[in-house]
């Protein structure tokens, strides 16, 4: 698993990816049992092997951990990666591995809750001017130093996974820097999602425009629709605003099946 890591990292970087991503969770979401690291510990060693992707959770499940350790911990990714992060965090839904794990899984209303203090939190954290006390509902700390700051300037970028639109997207409009979506959504499900953010921001006083748009998911489109294809259904996504796209490898070797991106990322850039 170790030497598989680092072979699929470096196809990537040789390959010109921009972000190499790993999933937050403790237990295969597919149902096996089959190994799955720990996402943070996992990203260190990337960070070690890597010199120029961007490297981020897709995405944290916010019951996982004290936002004032999690907020630490991105920060130290950053810092040792010469400032490639970036924090990804969403609302989490997996109840098995919560039960499994002894983590509480409270009901969805409060884990928005604890995700929305979560976020004002570690902007706290990242903001030197302020290492004062924050007193929340859930969470109180009596300091918010973080030192050293992140490397990125003027923090890393806050990806806000979901596709909820009262909640999810409201707090996107609000703290985020980046949304994901789903590519099995369809253009037409994503154009409408991508409509109600934008309703969102304007609600909020946000430039809609200063948001990353990403989709997750379309790795097994290159295979089913050949470069020539995958480029022009990437093309019409662009064309909704999607600045981003997420690539999901097969199961088996992910490094071998890597090592053929580079046309593929040299196509994607150039749309």
């Known amino acids: ?24 969770h403790f237990f295969q979401i597919d149902g096996t049992d089959a190994g799955m690291l720990e996402a943070y510990s996992t990203l260190s060693f990337l960070a070690a092997h890597t010199s120029t992707v961007r490297l981020g ?54 884990r928005f809750e604890r995700l929305e203090e979560t976020l004002q939190i570690s902007l706290q954290m990242w903001d030197p001017a302020n ?8 969470y109180q700390l009596a300091e918010t130093l973080c030192l050293p700051q992140p490397v990125t300037s003027p923090r890393p970028p ?3 996974g979901g596709s909820g639109e009262r909640k999810t997207f409201r707090l996107i409009a ?7 979506l789903f590519f099995q959504m369809g253009p037409e499900e994503i154009a409408r999602k991508l409509d109600v953010l934008r ?11 200063t948001i990353q748009k990403t989709i997750a998911g379309a790795g097994a489109a290159i295979t089913e629709l050949g470069l020539d294809g ?6 019409g996504y662009a064309k909704l605003g999607v600045d981003l796209v997420i690539l999901i490898p097969p199961a088996g070797r992910p490094s071998q099946w890597i090592e053929t991106l580079g046309p593929v990322v040299e196509r994607l ?3």
């Open 1 to 24: 698993m170790r030497d598989e890591l680092t072979s699929a990292a470096h196809a990537a970087e040789a390959a010109g990816v921009d972000w190499i991503s790993v999933m937050d």
């Open 174 to 180: 609000q703290y985020g820097d980046a949304c994901n």
């Open 131 to 138: 290492n004062g006390p924050y007193e929340g509902k859930h």
């Open 158 to 160: 806050i990806m806000i």
């Open 57 to 110: 959770a897709l995405v944290t499940g916010v019951t996982y951990r004290h936002p004032g350790l999690l907020a630490k911990t991105v920060t130290n990714l950053d810092v040792l990666s010469g400032g490639r992060a970036t924090f990804g965090i969403g609302a989490a839904w997996f109840e098995r591995e919560h039960v499994g794990m002894g983590v509480p899984y409270p009901p969805v209303a409060e």
């Open 199 to 209: 309703g969102h921001c304007d609600a909020a006083g946000r430039d809609y425009s």
């Open 269 to 271: 850039n150039d749309i």
């Open 230 to 235: 995958f480029t022009e259904q990437m093309r």
